[in-house]
């Protein structure tokens, strides 16, 4: 058994953006969605498949950061006012589709994945969101359709020079500007990477503030920026990483996936 596990509105927003000017815009999203899934079960050979949808309900990272998100290009009102009866026909296509009121997305993904692995399931994580890319390891790795390419923890490591779990602090020290996320003034990925390969976390970075100099190569600026904004790193770092706590109810055998037509 290995469970495809797709980030819905990634998908389904990459494919109607490139289909939108057309006449018949919402039926060939809806076409080269199954047909994408489809080719990933056969690609990835995964024999169970979720789709999830995003929770349009504030999460408790809007209440920890209001900002969260802020800027982001709204749905097209077309696709949006689609979308309930894009998701019915996904699953009447036999495509399990999900959510969770109150919860991100992302995190039912990783929740999704986490309980696979705790049965001893592989997954695969279909999207092109990079925040997924801390969850690959044991039993759990990511794929972008678009450019078929499928990540484990060496290709994690190739693109950004660190372990997947990492990553948290990486965007702690860097921000993120997808999801307006603060970081610390100043850093961005060639600084926050030598602090990370120099201390190997952002906690360990912190107790050593004194000695990033000499260890990372620090300018005195920038030790001092970590120690004015250190609050704003730990925040991001919380935002910024996935958490497996949502409390999903269901049975991976519900997640069969369907056979091709």
């Known amino acids: 058994m290995k469970l495809l596990i797709v980030d819905?509105?990634?998908?389904?927003?990459?494919?109607?953006?490139?289909?939108?000017?057309?006449?018949?815009?919402?039926?060939?999203?809806?076409?080269?969605?199954?047909?994408?899934?489809?080719?990933?079960?056969?690609?990835?050979?995964?024999?169970?498949?979720?789709?999830?949808?995003?929770?349009?309900?504030?999460?408790?990272?809007?209440?920890?950061?209001?900002?969260?998100?802020?800027?982001?290009?709204?749905?097209?009102?077309?696709?949006?006012?689609?979308?309930?009866?894009?998701?019915?026909?996904?699953?009447?296509?036999?495509?399990?589709?999900?959510?969770?009121?109150?919860?991100?997305?992302?995190?039912v993904c990783a929740a999704l994945a986490r309980r696979a692995q705790r049965h001893g399931i592989s997954s695969v994580i279909l999207s092109t969101d990079k925040g997924f890319f801390q969850l690959v390891g044991h039993s759990i790795q990511i794929a972008n359709h678009f450019d078929r390419k499928l990540f484990d923890a060496e290709g994690v490591h190739q693109r950004y020079g660190l372990a997947p779990q990492q990553l948290p602090d990486f965007w702690a020290l860097t921000g993120d500007t997808t999801n307006h996320l603060p970081g610390v003034t100043g850093f961005g990925p060639k600084t926050a990477g030598a602090v990370l390969d120099a201390c190997g976390s952002l906690n360990r970075a912190l107790i050593q503030l004194d000695q990033l100099t000499e260890l990372a190569g620090l300018r005195a600026s920038l030790v001092a920026q970590l120690q004015q904004d250190w609050q704003l790193a730990l925040l991001t770092r919380e935002l910024a990483t996935l958490t497996d706590s949502v409390p999903i109810e269901l049975n991976f055998r519900e997640l069969r996936a369907p056979r091709p037509q």
């Open 8 to 107: 819905a509105m990634n998908l389904i927003r990459r494919v109607y953006a490139a289909v939108e000017n057309t006449p018949t815009a919402l039926e060939a999203t809806l076409g080269r969605c199954i047909a994408t899934i489809h080719n990933n079960l056969e690609w990835l050979e995964c024999s169970h498949v979720a789709m999830v949808f995003e929770s349009e309900a504030k999460t408790w990272r809007h209440d920890l950061w209001p900002d969260y998100k802020k800027g982001r290009s709204p749905m097209p009102d077309a696709l949006h006012q689609a979308l309930e009866d894009l998701r019915r026909q996904l699953q009447a296509a036999g495509i399990h589709c999900l959510d969770q009121y109150g919860w991100e997305a992302d995190d």
